[in-house]
């Protein structure tokens, strides 16, 4: 399917994009860090840092099944790293916010914010920008669930938990002041006793409301990204976002969904035993990967198959239960 060929070409062009652009962030990153005195293992209790990774490696793993679907007209992208890319692509939209709302007015300058010696202008403006693009106007994936909209949001709340046990037990262990250096941001450091009243975390029945509402807002984020996407797909490339399946208009979109290469296609309808359990039979073309149609009976399938060989030619073999073939005919094509 060309348009298929066509989104896998561009799906490529971004994710090479993404992993040169994640890399010379990093790269620019690290080595400010190290200027600074500071390790690069610490650079990972940074949400936008930890996001820039995730990024790059994701992309990094996209292109062998973009170069793959790009051969073969289709969508080579397994699922589980379409699940990754919505991960990338949600938390991308929280750097994003993280960069507008918390880091942006910390700055004494905007244009230090997306300076390019310190890698702010990848990772924080245009990586996570081509993250978003990709996501929700290029990436597709039939299987998609309402469930996994759920799937970003514990990602966040693993990694929202595991700072703030960390600055608990620093908290304990090494000091206020200390604790206080490793929260990453400011909303991280709510600790008890400090003498900031800001941050002190003594009233913990707002600071569970705030917890709460962050992760409310982080779960439309996700709904958002997931209904986007969804929508794009139906969109762009005919995926039914409810079924899963392909939206099939014409005859030539029929064989694109049944996955059937269009110039060694034969028009050869094969009818067999489905489910024994059920005693129902179905119609499948020649190196179609799924049944065109279920029924209930072999005589219903035979009708049918006769009205697609009137229709479009070809021929019908009718299979046993056990799967041999015992009557084989030939119709003339249309016109």
């Known amino acids: 399917m060309r348009r298929l060929k066509n989104l896998n070409i561009i799906q490529l062009v971004i994710n090479i994009l993404l992993v040169i652009g994640e890399a010379i962030g990093l790269y620019f990153v690290i080595t400010s860090a190290m200027s600074g005195g500071t390790s690069p293992v610490e650079l990972l209790r940074f949400y936008t840092e930890l996001t820039a990774i995730i990024t790059g490696v994701v992309a990094l793993m996209s292109i062998v099944p973009n170069i793959i679907g790009m051969k073969k007209k289709q969508n080579a992208t397994p699922h589980w790293l379409f699940t990754l890319g919505y991960i990338s ?22 244009d230090a914010l997306f300076d390019v010696q310190s890698g702010s202008l990848f990772q924080h403006f245009l990586c996570p920008l081509l993250s978003l693009i990709l996501f929700f106007f290029f990436a597709i994936a039939s299987k998609a669930k309402f469930r996994q909209t759920f799937v970003p949001l514990l990602v966040t709340v693993t990694y929202a938990a595991a700072i703030v046990l960390g600055v608990v037990i620093i908290f304990y262990t090494q000091g206020a002041k200390a604790a206080h250096d490793f929260a990453p941001y400011p909303f991280f450091r709510i600790l008890p006793g400090t003498d900031d009243p800001i941050h002190d975390g003594t009233n913990y029945l707002q600071n569970l409301g705030i917890a709460g509402i962050v992760l409310l807002m982080t779960y439309v984020i996700c709904f958002v990204a997931w209904c986007v996407n969804r929508l794009m797909s139906l969109i762009v490339i005919g995926y039914n976002y409810q079924s899963g399946k392909k939206v099939v208009k014409t005859r030539r979109d029929e064989i694109d969904a049944l996955g059937v290469d269009q110039e060694n296609y034969t028009n050869v309808y094969h009818i067999s035993y489905h489910d024994r359990r059920l005693k129902t039979w179905k119609v499948k073309s020649e190196g179609a990967k799924r049944a065109i149609k279920v029924f209930n009976t072999q005589k219903e399938a035979i009708e049918y198959a006769n009205g697609q060989v009137k229709l479009h030619g070809g021929s019908i073999r009718i299979h046993s239960m056990v799967g041999r073939i015992r009557r084989d005919w030939q119709k003339n094509p249309r016109g």
């Open 89 to 110: 692509a949600v938390m991308n939209i929280l750097t994003l916010l993280v960069v507008a709302f918390i880091l942006r007015p910390a700055m004494t300058q905007f």
